[in-house]
């Protein structure tokens, strides 16, 4: 995606402010002499001509951050997994880091007003998990597991409705007059191909985002919207090989995993996955009926009604719970003359803890971005107290439980202690301190996604700060909509954005090392990172300090 050209930033720039673009601003002082006399605040942060926030950003430096880096991603935090020592070793780290800064607890509830807490359960499959369909029995691990969370603790009998691929675009909707609220469905992996494998749901043959591993997290959520209560996932391709995909995954089954509790559960419905064998069994037909009716889709690239019978099953897939506390934490600079606004600057503070003796530090995922809010709450404080504070108020939120669901960002959200009517933006940083794949040996850059979702304004406000304080190359493939990665989706923003506040994610891509023990602060490249930072810091302090709110003007997917 192109970028915006400048004179179309500084027209709309002008349009959201005319009294300032056309010299008529009018800023009513007391009267003040000396110094203070030149301390005239414009509605651009900037006094007397001079950029204040060109000198608090230098405050947002390399080596601030990797001392933050440090000590969030040594060995002595284990990894940060939500719930766990480590992870509450971060959150107290996170709420020194803001206190001593000069940043104020806004939390009402609790001891700490700097801290949120609220329950999750860390939930492990039981053993003795069955599944039964007719007379026939089939074992957990060999012929059907799960994931997420489980509605069928104890003997269930589930009917499930066969939706085919699970798909719903323009032209093509496997929902098409199917009520599965409060149902279980029965869903094809995949997508319909032609020759050679091409996706024939896309222009050019390329899988979309229902057709690859992130597209089941499309279909679970789509599902979800359509008020199913579970899904039941079946390939039919030959070359699925259902056994080895199970015995690879069992390691990683057998760990604990997370929900969150009461009615905070996450919108992603519990996700079972069954074998050929059981997928026949169910629908009650043979392979050949069903590759003859793949093929009918495949043809006419139209969902076809299916005459399958299907047959009940008996399942039960018991997970034992326990309750864990976690935690937020949220710093608060309260504004000036627009204070009741507020611009809310994220990043998630856990990571995926210890496994089999190796712990996983996340010094990108996402280290790095909690050290950068941290440091850029040090600057916006120190501006503060130096008589620059904004007319905005910021609130710095570092969330739990990002890695198990989004369930902190959520939880805020739910739960926010500044209305989200008056939340005007979520600028989230998570992963800025490496370099991907795409972007080795190329000038500096980072991904921005789903700036221009919710309001056109932001993306033109971000790429004018861009433009002024040191520009890098700001990419924004992700924001397609049939991107297979799903990253808008992905990470904390989201539960802003599911809520009407405009955000922009702030991201360097994934690597070699994501999710990988070795995901180190030894390989961040902090002069990267130092850039990527004050762009954050640049668009954040313009968002705080002009005169009128971006407007919600967009609705793009």
């Known amino acids: 995606m192109k970028h915006t050209p400048l004179l179309l930033a500084f027209l ?3 349009s959201a402010a005319p009294a300032q673009a056309q010299g008529k601003l009018k800023v009513k002082t007391k009267p003040a002499t000396g110094a203070a006399a030149t301390k005239i605040k414009t509605p651009t942060g900037k006094t007397a001509g001079k950029d204040w926030s060109v000198k608090y950003a230098d405050m947002v430096t390399a080596e601030r951050m990797r001392t933050h880096l440090a000590v969030l991603a040594s060995d002595e935090y284990e990894g940060r997994e939500t719930g766990q ?4 070793m971060a959150a107290d780290y996170v709420a020194k880091q803001f206190k001593t800064a000069g940043l104020t607890g806004p939390v009402t509830t609790g001891t700490d007003p700097y801290q949120q807490h609220f329950d999750v359960e860390q939930v492990t499959w039981a053993e003795g998990n069955t599944l039964k369909v007719g007379s026939t029995s089939y074992d957990w691990l ?7 969370d489980s509605p069928f603790g104890q003997e269930t009998s589930v009917k499930p409705v066969f939706v085919g691929y699970g798909i719903e675009q323009d032209g093509y909707s496997d929902y098409a007059k199917v009520d599965v609220k409060g149902k279980d469905v029965l869903i094809l ?15 050019d043959g390329a899988p979309t985002k229902w057709g690859t591993d992130t597209g089941r997290g499309a279909k679970a959520t789509l599902a979800g919207q359509k008020g199913a209560r579970s899904v039941f996932y079946v390939s039919f391709n030959p070359t699925s090989n259902f056994a080895k995909q199970s015995a690879r995954l069992a390691p990683f089954l057998a760990r604990p995993s997370m929900v969150m509790v009461g009615n905070d559960r996450p ?3 519990p996700a079972f996955f069954v074998s050929p064998a059981v997928g026949l069994a169910v629908l ?6 069903i590759q003859a009716y793949l093929g009918k889709i495949n043809s006419t690239k139209q969902p076809v009604a299916s005459t399958f019978t299907v047959v009940p099953m008996q399942i039960k897939a018991e997970r034992k719970r326990e309750k864990l506390d976690t935690q937020n934490v949220l710093g608060f600079i309260e504004g000036t003359d627009k204070k009741a606004d507020v611009i809310v600057i994220s990043a998630h503070h856990d990571h995926l803890g210890k496994h089999d003796g190796q712990v996983f530090n996340g010094a990108d995922d996402d280290g790095s971005g909690t050290s950068a809010i941290i440091t850029m709450a040090e600057a916006f404080a120190k501006a503060k107290k130096e008589g620059q504070g904004p007319r905005r108020s910021l609130l710095f939120l570092s969330v739990t439980g990002e890695e198990k669901g989004l369930f902190g960002s959520e939880y805020y959200s739910k739960h926010p202690t500044f209305p989200l009517a008056q939340t005007e933006a979520d600028l989230n940083v998570d992963m800025i301190g490496r370099t991907d794949a795409e972007h080795e040996g190329k000038p500096d850059y980072v991904y921005v996604i789903g700036s221009d979702k919710l309001s056109s304004e932001l993306r033109v406000v971000l790429e004018a700060a861009n433009k002024q304080y040191g520009p890098i190359d700001m990419d924004y493939r992700f924001d397609d909509p049939n991107d297979p990665n799903r990253f808008y989706y992905r990470s904390d923003h989201y ?5 009407k506040v405009p955000v922009a994610f702030f991201f360097n891509g994934v690597h070699a090392e994501y999710h990988k023990e070795n995901d180190e602060i030894s390989k961040i490249e902090f002069g990267k990172m130092e850039k990527r930072a004050r762009l954050v810091f640049h668009t954040a302090w313009e968002l705080a300090n002009r005169e009128g709110r971006i407007a919600v003007d967009s609705n793009k997917p």
């Open 495 to 499: 539960n802003f954005a599911v809520n």
């Open 85 to 88: 020592k480590g992870q509450h």
């Open 142 to 148: 060999t012929d059907f597991y799960g994931t997420g």
């Open 284 to 289: 009650g037909t043979t392979d050949a009926a």
């Open 189 to 203: 992996l995949g997508e319909p191909t032609g020759d050679g494998g091409k996706a024939l749901l896309s222009a």
């Open 267 to 269: 919108s992603r419905v």
């Open 12 to 14: 709309a720039l002008a």
